[in-house]
Each structure stands twice: as structure tokens, then as C-alpha cells.
């Protein structure tokens, strides 16, 4: 089972930008689709963004399109989330998940992160 472990999240302003970082181990990388979730206080796990290996493909929630950007290094295994023009309902714990199809329901992912708090404030 791939491991997952995020980084760069912290404490912005609204109207700031941030990237946040995940780096999974293991092999099989590049044939894994990988995804970002969130979870706010209180709030039900929800889907954030999902790419397929290479970038060939980018999937995003509503809330996100046309703010975030999902994209990954399959040479160094890294995925990365920018995150521009950040508001306060952004705030959550990010989590990095891996699976083998583009899955947008949490109960569907097997590999988690251990996740990074972003904290927009107004």
C-alpha cells in the first residue's frame, strides 16, 4: 500500500496564495490516479481535486475550478495543490489519497495521507 505524507500547510489570509505538497513512496506511482480531499470542523470528508499519471487528466470540485491547481511530478513522485485567491471556507485539513480510478466518494479511497491544516482568515 503506497504511503502518503503531505506538507505546506499554514495559516493565510483571504485573497492569498499556498501549495501544498504530498509525497507518496512506493513503485507504482505514476499508474496511480491521485486525488486531494478536505475535511472542515465538523464537515463530512469532501472531494477537492483528482489528476490522472502523465497530467493528462485534471478533475476538480465546483467550489475549486478555476482557483486550484492540481498537477504532480511523476518523476520524483511529488503531487502538488496551488491554491489561489484562497477564502475562509477553504479552511480544512487536506488530505492526499491514491486509488486506482478517478474516485470523488471518500468511502471509495484505501491509501490517506495523514493530511495538512490550511487556515484561511478573513
Known amino acids: 500500500q503506497v504511503q502518503l505524507v503531505e506538507s505546506g500547510g499554514g495559516l493565510v489570509q483571504a485573497g492569498d496564495s499556498l501549495r501544498i505538497s504530498c509525497a507518496p513512496s512506493g513503485p507504482t506511482f505514476g499508474t496511480l490516479i491521485m486525488s486531494w480531499f478536505r475535511q472542515a470542523p465538523g464537515k463530512e470528508r469532501e472531494f477537492v481535486a483528482a489528476i490522472t499519471g502523465n497530467n493528462v487528466g485534471a478533475f476538480y470540485a465546483e467550489s475549486v475550478k478555476g482557483r486550484f491547481i492540481i498537477s504532480r511530478a511523476d518523476s520524483n513522485n511529488m503531487l502538488y495543490l496551488q491554491m489561489n485567491r484562497l477564502k475562509p471556507e477553504d479552511t480544512a485539513l487536506y488530505l492526499c489519497?491514491?486509488?486506482?480510478?478517478?474516485?470523488?466518494?471518500?468511502?471509495?479511497?484505501?491509501?490517506w495521507g495523514q493530511g495538512t491544516q490550511v487556515t484561511v482568515s478573513s
Open positions: 489519497a491514491a486509488s486506482d480510478t478517478v474516485e470523488k466518494l471518500p468511502h471509495k479511497i484505501t491509501s
